[in-house]
C-alpha cells in the first residue's frame, strides 16, 4: 500500500506520515551520535574531530523525506509482513534475491532500511578509499541515522504506530516524548569499536533482536495508561520510563556501539587512511558563529561560553563527561534573540576532557574543552 512513500497523499497527511516515523526523534538522534565517540578505539580518534558535525546533522535524513520521495522507505522495514520472517524469524538478506521473491513492489513497500544501511556503508568506505573526508563526514552521518533507526522497535514492524493493537500513538510517546524527557538518564558507558566480518549479517541480526522489543513497548504503555488514566501525564511518561529504561538503554548503547564499529569497518577495509592537519582543518565542524568556548585562564581552568540565539528560543547549555555522563546545566530556558556569554568552572582538580552542548529548537552544538 506504500502507506509511507506515496507521492499522492496530500500534503498534510504527509506531513504526519513523516512526523510518526522520525525515528527516536532528534534528541534520540543527537544522544546515539553524540555517544558514539565512547566506542572510539585507540585507532579511531582522528575521528573525534568529527563528533560536533555528526550530532549536528544526525537528523538530516529525516529532513529529506519532504523533498525526496525516495527517502522515506530508506527508514523502516515492515519485517512482519514477510511470511518467512513470521514463520522463522529471518528473511533473504540479499537484495535482489528477495526482490525476485516478492517483487520490488512489495519489498518496496515494506521499507529498505537494512540495504540503505549497508549502501551506505559501501559508499563511506569509497570515500574512505579516495581520502574524501568531507563527503565522507556526509555518509558518515547518514550511516548513524540509519543505524539509529534499526535500533527503534517500531522502525522494525507493521504495527509502526501501534494502531494494530489499541496503542495509536505510542511511536512518538515512546521515540520522541519520552526521550526528550529521560535524556539526561540515557547513561551508558561504551565499549571499543569491533571489526565487523560480515556487515549484512550483523545488521540484520540487531534488526532480529530490537525487533524483540516491540511487545515490550506496548506492555509499559498500556500499564502506563492503567496507572495514569491518560497518555499526557508526567505520571503516563514517569512510569513509561520506568518499565522501558533498562532495554531502552541497551537500544541507545548498542545504536553508538554499532554506528563506531560500522564507521572502523569501513576505514579499515579502506586500508585505515590517516587525515593529515590539513585534512582535519578541512572537517566542518559546525563553527557558525552560533556557539564557541574559549579558555579563560590557565590557571583558574574556567571556560568562557559564547552562543548567539537567532529566535526566540529555550536555551539549554550542558556540560558532559568523557564518559558522556551528565555532569550539570549550565543554562536552561527561553531567550530573546542576541549575544549570551557565561564561566564555568569544573569542581574536579585534576584536568579532564568535557563536552559542552548548546541546544535549542534550531540548533544543537557540540564543543570539546580540557580543563
Not at 257 to 281: C, E, H, R, V
Not at 282 to 311: C, E, H, P, W
Not at 342 to 367: G, H, Q, T
Request: aromatic share 14%; proline share 3%.
Amino acid at each position: 500500500m506504500l502507506k509511507k512513500v506515496l507521492g499522492w497523499l496530500k500534503l498534510p497527511a504527509l506531513l504526519v506520515v513523516l512526523l510518526v516515523l522520525a525515528s527516536w526523534g532528534r534528541t534520540g538522534h543527537r544522544v546515539i551520535s553524540f555517544k558514539s565517540f565512547l566506542s572510539f578505539n585507540n585507532e579511531m580518534q582522528q575521528f573525534s574531530n568529527w563528533v560536533d558535525y555528526l550530532v549536528s546533522h544526525s537528523s538530516d535524513p529525516d529532513s529529506r523525506r519532504s523533498s525526496d520521495p525516495t527517502e522515506a522507505p530508506k527508514h523502516y522495514i515492515d519485517i512482519d509482513n514477510y511470511p518467512e520472517f513470521v514463520s522463522s524469524g529471518k528473511i533473504e538478506q540479499d537484495y535482489n534475491t528477495i526482490v525476485a521473491q516478492h517483487g520490488y513492489n512489495f519489498v518496496i513497500e515494506q521499507g529498505i532500511l537494512p540495504w540503505t544501511t549497508l549502501t551506505t556503508l559501501d559508499s563511506l568506505k569509497a570515500c574512505f578509499s579516495r581520502r574524501d573526508w568531507q563527503k565522507a563526514e556526509f555518509f558518515v552521518a547518514d550511516l548513524g541515522h540509519y543505524i539509529a533507526d534499526g535500533h527503534m522497535p517500531f522502525h522494525i514492524t507493521r504495527n509502526y504506530n501501534g494502531q494494530f493493537t489499541g496503542n495509536t500513538g505510542i511511536h512518538g510517546r515512546y521515540e520522541s516524548d519520552m526521550i526528550n524527557n529521560f535524556e539526561n538518564d540515557i547513561v551508558y558507558s561504551g565499549q571499543p569499536a569491533q571489526y565487523i566480518e560480515n556487515p549484512s549479517g550483523y545488521i540484520f541480526n540487531y534488526l532480529y533482536k530490537n525487533y524483540t522489543c516491540v511487545d515490550s513497548v506496548l506492555q509499559a504503555d498500556n500499564h502506563a495508561k492503567t496507572v495514569a488514566g491518560n497518555t499526557s501525564s508526567d505520571l503516563y511518561y514517569q512510569t513509561l520510563w520506568n518499565d522501558t529504561r533498562h532495554f531502552t538503554t541497551d537500544l541507545f548503547k548498542q545504536a553508538s556501539f554499532s554506528f563506531a564499529s560500522l564507521i572502523y569497518t569501513a576505514w579499515t577495509d579502506a586500508g585505515k587512511p590517516q587525515m593529515n592537519s590539513t585534512d582535519i582543518a578541512m572537517v566542518k565542524t559546525g563553527n557558525d558563529g552560533l556557539f564557541d568556548v574559549s579558555l579563560s585562564g590557565f590557571f583558574s581552568r574556567s571556560a568562557r561560553i559564547s552562543y548567539q540565539v537567532t529566535t526566540d528560543s529555550v536555551v539549554v547549555i550542558s556540560v558532559y563527561d568523557v564518559s558522556g555522563n551528565h555532569i550539570q546545566t549550565l543554562a536552561s530556558g527561553s531567550k530573546s534573540p542576541g549575544f549570551y556569554s557565561l564561566n564555568w568552572k569544573p569542581e574536579k582538580r585534576s584536568r579532564a576532557l568535557y563536552f559542552i552542548i548548546y541546544r535549542s529548537k534550531e540548533f544543537y552544538r557540540v564543543k570539546k574543552v580540557i580543563l
